[in-house]
């Protein structure tokens, strides 16, 4: 089935087919023409890939981050990373990775954090004289701690696909994403330095006290969802409909910005967006469904296993492959197709399944603002008035301080579990 299955998936991306209709096309005709197992068994899979209690957090977590980003608390958090951040040279940029992690623990998405940061910071800072391309390229960077600072929804998907625990792929979260904010910090440093950006003025004692009660109420809400998490109070999918529910109350009835009647639009979008995540992951499964039955992950694991059994290494070989995955594939559609043969060759190598979730989210975020298709350089782009190929040249700086980060994982991997 292999010989029509990967050709036909092949053929279907290149004409441009969404991800989602293109695996359950393929398994359809892998079916139909090469095996003799019934058409009727991949709508059963594709409702067995969704039929789980796990999967209900992908849906609310959606609705908690589209919640929070209506209450406007983006320009909340840009105030509040201006305090620590802002007196450094190039504090505007400083502000947009601290924005965008503070924004990030809130949204779990990178084109939000993205859109949400960058349509305040992007305009200032090409009025205080910085480059287009250079302002670009740090908020989309930037963005992309939206993947990776917890709680992801990236890190939900690839827990419900490798049947991992969503909690413990949060915790584990935390030290490679301030690890990498840390790193974005020094190159906007560096940079700064080599266009003379200078910091911005410090608020005031009574500004500083307003924003950090403001902005103190939106940066609750990861600290409620990983503490109730990791205290055993309730399972991921609670902690996302706390999260929603903390959101309405903060919106409706302490910012003030959201109404009864602004949620119908806000509801429209979730379920909009949780459908396509939704239907990818069926597909997914449908699809996953075939390359198992022929064995294709084992022989995949067996190939690369007879090149070494070196556990680093074969890490290096896979960060290559999610590097180049994610120049052209959205990080779930990535996950859904990579996850379940990669799976297969950490467990015979012993590489912990938490560490590796960790490591992957993270090289797959590099993609979001990588050509040709990284959404964060497109943002980007439309909000900074500039081409696409002007800012990933100079987002290449940044994409190599991931790659030191990714690096270092690789080389330590026990500091990623080091609280799990």
Do not use: W
């Amino acid at each position: 089935m292999t010989e029509i299955l990967f050709p036909t998936l092949f053929v279907l991306l290149l004409l441009g087919v969404p991800v989602a209709f293109s695996l359950g096309m393929a398994a359809v005709v892998a079916l139909y023409f090469a095996s003799p197992i019934p058409l009727l068994i991949l709508p059963q899979k594709l409702f067995n890939g969704l039929n789980g209690f796990p999967f209900l957090a992908i849906p609310l977590f959606l609705l908690a981050g589209n919640i929070m980003a209506a209450a406007q608390i983006s320009e909340r958090l840009v105030k509040l990373a201006g305090l620590g951040l802002g007196r450094y040279p190039g504090g505007l940029a400083q502000m947009s990775t601290g924005a965008s992690a503070f924004f990030g623990a809130i949204s779990g998405s990178a084109p939000a954090t993205t859109s949400a940061i960058g349509s305040i910071l992007i305009p200032a800072m090409k009025q205080r004289g910085y480059p287009a391309p250079f302002a670009g390229a740090v908020v989309a960077s930037s963005g992309a701690l939206g993947l990776i600072i917890p709680p992801s929804l990236t890190m939900v998907v690839y827990g419900t696909i490798a049947d991992v625990s969503i909690g413990d792929l949060f915790i584990a979260g935390i030290i490679p994403g301030v690890a990498i904010a840390m790193a974005l910090g020094g190159v906007n440093y560096i940079l700064a330095k080599t266009y003379d950006l200078k910091g911005q003025t410090q608020e005031p004692s009574v500004n500083k006290r307003k924003i950090i009660a403001e902005s103190g109420l939106a940066l609750i809400m990861p600290v409620i969802i990983l503490g109730g998490i990791y205290g055993g109070v309730f399972t991921p999918t609670e902690s996302a409909a706390v999260a929603c529910l903390y959101g309405l109350i903060v919106g409706l009835f302490v910012y003030r910005s959201i109404s009864l009647t602004s949620l119908v639009p806000i509801f429209v979008d979730t379920a909009i967006s949780s459908a396509i995540v939704m239907y990818l992951m069926g597909t997914a499964n449908a699809f996953s469904f075939i390359i198992t039955a022929e064995q294709v992950p084992q022989a995949v694991a067996l190939s690369i296993l007879d090149v070494s059994r070196d556990p680093t290494l074969i890490m290096f070989m896979i960060l290559a492959l999610l590097l180049v995955a994610g120049t052209f594939l959205d990080n779930v559609a990535a996950l859904v197709l990579l996850v379940p043969t990669l799976g297969t060759l950490i467990t015979a190598v012993g590489i912990d399944p938490i560490y590796f979730g960790v490591f992957t989210v993270v090289a797959l975020a590099v993609g979001n603002f990588t050509p040709p298709v990284g959404l964060n350089l497109f943002i980007a782009a439309r909000l900074s008035g500039t081409r696409i190929e002007h800012i990933s040249k100079s987002a290449l700086p940044y994409i190599f301080a991931y790659l030191l980060v990714l690096i270092g994982i690789i080389l330590f991997p026990n500091i990623i579990t080091l609280f799990v």
